[in-house]
């Protein structure tokens, strides 16, 4: 597709599982970003990737979340053993290059859990 | 510390009038780039307009312009001619070198209201 597309874009759970989200950025864009949206506040940020390296991790609020990214393209954002504090937004960003260009945003994956 | 302020939780304009939604940021890097983002209430995210830190004229994109002052760190937006289209809320955002590469973060937000 054109724009960044992630997937699912809602997700009900219970407390205790593991989730996982998807990440297919604008082709040809080398970086890719993870950020998490709380209802009705700001973007926190959780990762970036630079083909398919993490330079910086320090965003994941704790070891329960991990993000991979391979071939350069598709990233999953996996959250294991959820919380409720977990319920949020998690939106998908891409650029054509790290450090250039403004940042494409996916419609993001709404994470509800019970 | 909080790198991207937003002070303005909500902000309410008149239709047809111009209105300002303040940033003020913290670095020290000399190179970074700061960026307006509007988030209407579908949820999407939408790029508005970008300022490089090296840029020595202040960027306008349509009815958007943004008030750089480099000195004050500060990197206003300006909405000329508000819309009822532009009631949403908009974020600043600010990308500097980091470990490795560059991130973004964002502000707060604003939530801005334009009365018919």
């Known amino acids: 597709g054109a724009g960044v597309s992630q997937s699912p874009s809602n997700k009900v759970t219970e407390k205790g599982k593991d989730v996982e989200l998807r990440c297919d950025p604008i082709?040809?864009?080398?970086?890719l970003y993870w950020y998490r949206q709380s209802l009705g506040q700001g973007l926190e940020f959780l990762i970036y990737?630079?083909?398919?390296?993490?330079?910086?991790k320090s965003g994941l609020p704790s070891d329960r979340f991990s993000a991979e990214r391979t071939g350069g393209s598709v990233s999953t954002l996996t959250i294991q053993r959820t919380q409720q504090e977990d319920s949020a937004v998690y939106l998908c960003?891409?650029?054509?290059?790290?450090?250039?260009?403004?940042?494409?945003f996916g419609e993001g994956s709404r994470l509800t859990v019970l | 510390a909080q790198k991207i302020t937003q002070t303005q939780p909500g902000m309410f304009v008149q239709e047809k009038e111009a209105v300002t939604l303040d940033c003020t940021y913290d670095?020290?890097?000399?190179?970074?780039?700061l960026f307006w983002y509007k988030q209407p209430s579908s949820g999407e995210m939408i790029f508005l307009i970008y300022?490089?830190?090296?840029?020595?004229q202040n960027a306008t994109e349509g009815r958007y312009s943004l008030n750089f002052q480099k000195a004050r760190k500060s990197a206003n937006l300006v909405i000329s001619a508000s819309q009822l289209g532009d009631s949403a809320m908009y974020f600043c955002?600010?990308?500097?070198?980091?470990?490795?590469?560059?991130?973004?973060?964002f502000g707060a937000g604003t939530r801005l209201f334009v009365k018919a």
């Open positions: 960003a891409s650029s054509y290059k790290l450090g250039a260009g403004e940042l494409f």
């Open positions: 082709s040809g864009h080398t970086a």
């Open positions: 990737f630079q083909g398919n390296s993490a330079p910086d």
């Open positions: 670095t020290s890097d000399p190179s970074y780039g």
């Open positions: 300022q490089g830190s090296y840029d020595q």
């Open positions: 955002a600010m990308r500097e070198a980091d470990t490795g590469g560059f991130k973004t973060i």
